[in-house]
């Protein structure tokens, strides 16, 4: 199964492919690393934004998407873009998509400790979030 990660920053949505296949993970190329929100916000640019995830989705085949969730408030709250975002991948038809709050990506951590050092992966280091909720979202299905 192919899932990609995702976390939500300002106007981007940081994303990493992690497939599971025959018990052994693997990371897919991806000639993006992230997907960004166009400055204006309207209507058209959120259309874009989605149409743009969905057809990376369909071009990996894509079986899973998780976001690491934002609170609604609080210290580490989410601000309105982020909350779009959010929404816009919610909303993508025909894809499986899923939310993980922090607490659920703590206890997939502690229960199933990751397989290599993420240093060793190749990643960039803002694609650390994004591969770890793409590894829980497998840990946890």
Avoid: W
């Avoid at 989605?50 to 369909?58: A, G």
Wanted: proline share 4%; charged share 25%; glycine share 6%.
């Amino acid at each position: 199964m192919k899932i990609c990660g995702i976390e939500l920053t300002a106007n981007d949505a940081v994303i990493c492919l992690l497939e599971l296949d025959n018990l052994q993970f693997n990371l897919p190329d991806c000639r993006v690393r992230k997907i960004t929100l166009p400055k204006n916000h309207t209507c058209e640019d959120l259309q874009y934004f989605q149409t743009t995830f969905v057809k990376l989705m369909n071009d990996y085949g894509i079986n899973k998407v998780a976001i690491k969730e934002r609170p609604p408030k609080g210290r580490f709250a989410g601000g309105a873009i982020g909350f779009k975002l959010e929404a816009a991948l919610q909303l993508m038809a025909d894809i499986d998509v899923v939310m993980l709050s922090q607490k659920d990506i703590k206890l997939g951590q502690s229960e199933n400790s990751l397989p290599v050092a993420f240093a060793e992966t190749g990643l960039k280091a803002f694609q650390e979030t994004a591969f770890t909720v793409a590894y829980v979202a497998h840990v946890l299905r």
